[in-house]
């Protein structure tokens, strides 16, 4: 029930940033509910699934009264209801930000919350100083997560959360200005608001690191590893299922085309009956792009299988991108549907 309470407040946070003025049509069995706060429904989500049910009620009227319009919303909230009712307590969660295949929302809007999970306890001042509009492009930005890994980079002792939460703005930055603005030395004054002691006495601030020593920290090239874990859908009883990963990739340049040269131009996908992988157990094998305009996110869809039963899966990394070596991420498993059975989500 931890998961679901990390994701429902991140949830609920942009259903109140990202609602469309044309909300999908309430439920028919929305009770007539008190003041909703993404407080209030992070405390009901932890609560147990007989609270639960109602999330999708509250996060409908969130819809309703928010101001700002991308497609992405309108999804969230539709996803969202679908998937409290058909989905079992966790996996409702898991389906809302797009990791259950089929149920509609957007892929990415996964890792674009867990960069925002450190913020969440402040994240009531980030409201008061940004308009709702930019928090919206912020969420919606491909480069969030490395512009993020920038900072980080650049100065590794600072407390970027601690920075972004008393200058939020910074993150509508393009990476290009941001990435001259770490070389020129222009985000010392910022981040000298930060309070420093939350790192403790060695904490190393942009005081006291050089320009050209944060500038050759954001160029370095480091390794690319299979250390984010591995995800994976329910399944349908026709033998269909997703299987997905993401790569830590620090950063090549981290502007314009040098953070894809950075990528691995592909990952490999197999699956097994085996999870030795012993010969003759793979069933299936594919291929998908891994790029920083995916947050290094790659998918595989599998098709064929056989209801009711197990299946192992890995995902493999062999190229330029790691000459000499061969990369291979931890083994998931699921388990498909029986046959006759209901699809899950």
């Known amino acids: 029930m931890a998961r679901s309470a990390r994701a429902a407040l991140p949830l609920a946070l942009l259903a109140l940033l990202l609602a469309a003025p044309l909300a999908p049509a309430q439920p028919a069995d929305c009770p007539p509910a008190p003041e909703v706060s993404h407080v209030t429904l992070s405390a009901a989500c932890a609560s147990g699934p007989v609270a639960r049910s109602a999330i999708g009620c509250s996060i409908y009227r969130l819809c309703a009264d928010a101001s700002v319009s991308p497609p992405l919303y309108s999804a969230l909230c539709a996803t969202w ?11 409702a969660v ?40 930019d928090w ?11 512009k993020v890994v920038m900072i980080k980079v650049a100065f590794p002792g600072l407390n970027v959360e601690g920075l972004l939460v008393r200058h939020p703005r910074t993150l509508l930055w393009s990476r290009q200005q941001l990435q001259t603005n770490l070389e020129q030395g222009l985000f010392g004054a910022k981040a000298s608001a930060v309070d420093r002691g939350m ?46 990963t993401w790569l830590s990739v620090r950063p090549h340049a981290l502007s314009g085309s040098a953070a894809d040269a950075a990528a691995p131009p592909h990952t490999g996908a197999e699956l097994a009956s085996d999870s030795t992988f012993s010969p003759g157990s793979t069933v299936a ?21 056989q209801p009711g039963q197990t299946y192992f899966f890995r ?27 209901g699809p899950g989500c």
Do not use: W
Request: glycine share 10%.
């Open 81 to 91: 209801r679908v998937a409290s009712s058909l989905c079992s307590d966790d996996a």
């Open 94 to 133: 898991v389906a809302a930000v797009g990791i259950c295949p089929g149920c509609g929302a957007p892929a990415l809007l996964e890792e674009r919350l867990a960069v925002f999970e450190a913020l969440l306890p402040k994240l009531a001042i980030n409201l008061e100083q940004m308009r709702p509009a």
């Open 136 to 146: 919206a492009r912020v969420v919606a930005d491909p480069d969030l997560a490395a």
């Open 199 to 244: 790192h403790g006495a060695e904490a190393v601030h942009p005081e006291a690191v050089s320009v050209q020593a944060a500038a050759q920290a954001a160029a370095a090239v480091q390794a690319i590893r299979f250390d984010r874990g591995v995800t994976a859908g329910a399944g349908t009883a026709d033998g269909t299922n997703v299987i997905g």
């Open 285 to 305: 094998s594919g291929a998908a792009l891994a790029s920083a305009a995916s947050l290094y996110h790659a998918s595989v869809l599998v098709s064929g299988l």
């Open 315 to 341: 995902f493999q990394l062999a190229g330029p991108a790691a000459p000499g070596s061969h990369l291979e991420s931890p083994v998931g498993s699921f388990t498909l549907p029986a046959a006759g059975t």
